[in-house]
C-alpha cells in the first residue's frame, strides 16, 4: 500500500478534529475522500503532508512511517499537495510558481516543467504573467503544476473545483485523470462529490472526523443514502434511513459550492474554537 492512515487522531486543542481515521491508497488509484463542512477531509491532507501533527496512530508511506517527518522531507519523499485555495505566490509569475515547486529538489527538473507545461498549454502562453493577476481557473492550473514539480508518487488535490465555472471544473477533472494515467496515485478531497465520485476508483465518506463508509466509487454514486447527503438525491426517505448528521448535508455542500467557503472551517466550531474560526 502506498499510503496509509491507522487510527489517526489529531487536536485543535481540546477539539477532536480527526476521530480515528483510517484509510488506505494504492499505488496508481484515485481515491475520494468526501464529506460535508467541518467534516475533516482539508485536517486528513495536512495530517499526511506533515503541516499537522497526529495525536496518536500513525501515517504510512511507501512501507515507512513518517509520523515524525517533518513536511518538507514528505514532499522529497514523494508527497505532493496541491492546497484548498490553490496558494499561489501571486506577486511571482507563472514561471517561478512553477519552479517553487521543484525548490528542494537537488536533480534536474526540467521534465517535470515540460510535462506541467504540456498538461496545462495556458501556462505555457502565460509563463511570464504575474500569477496574481490570472483567473480562478488558471490559478487552479498553477497549483496542480506546481505541485507536479515536485515529482509526487502521491498528489494530494483539496478542492480543485472550488469557485470555477462548470466547463473549467470539466476541464480540470480531464487533467487529473490524465495525471493519474500517467501514473501519479491522486487523493483527491472535493465537494462536487457526483465528480469526485465519477473519477474515482474508491471513496471514503467522512462525517465528524469519522470514516463511516468505504467502497467503490462506482458503489458509493449509485447508494441511496449518499446520494441524498451528497449528490442532490432525493432527500426524502433516504435522509431519514440515514439517520444522521449528514441527512441534509446536500444542501450544506450546495451552499459551500456556491459561495466558496471553506470546509474547514468546522461547522459548529470544531476547529474554530482552536484556531480561530479557519483551518489554516
Partial sequence: MLLELR????????????????????????????????????????TISGLRSCSSGSVFFDGADIGSMPGHRRVLAGIGQAPEGRGI?????????????????????????AEAYELFPRLAERRTQAAGTMSGGEQQMLAIGRALLSKPKVLLLDEPSMGLAPMLVQQI????????????????????AQQALRLAHRAYVLETGRIVRSAPASELLDDPQVRAAYLGGDVGDAAGAAGGPDA??????????????????????????ANGGKDA
Fill in 89 to 113: 505566490f501571486p506577486g511571482m509569475s507563472v514561471h517561478e510558481n512553477l519552479l517553487m515547486g521543484a525548490y528542494a529538489r537537488k536533480d534536474d527538473h526540467s521534465k517535470e516543467l
Fill in 248 to 273: 441534509s448535508g446536500g444542501v450544506a455542500l450546495d451552499k459551500a459550492a456556491k459561495d466558496g467557503s471553506e470546509e474547514e472551517a468546522s461547522g459548529a466550531g470544531e476547529a474554530g474554537a
Fill in 7 to 46: 487510527d489517526v487522531r489529531v487536536h485543535y486543542g481540546k477539539i477532536e478534529a480527526l476521530k480515528g481515521v483510517s484509510l488506505e491508497v494504492g499505488e496508481g488509484e484515485i481515491v475520494s475522500l468526501i464529506g460535508g463542512n467541518g467534516a475533516g477531509k482539508t485536517t486528513t491532507l495536512k
Fill in 173 to 192: 477533472f480531464s487533467i487529473i485523470e490524465e495525471i493519474n494515467r500517467r501514473g501519479t496515485t491522486i487523493l483527491l478531497v472535493e465537494q462536487n
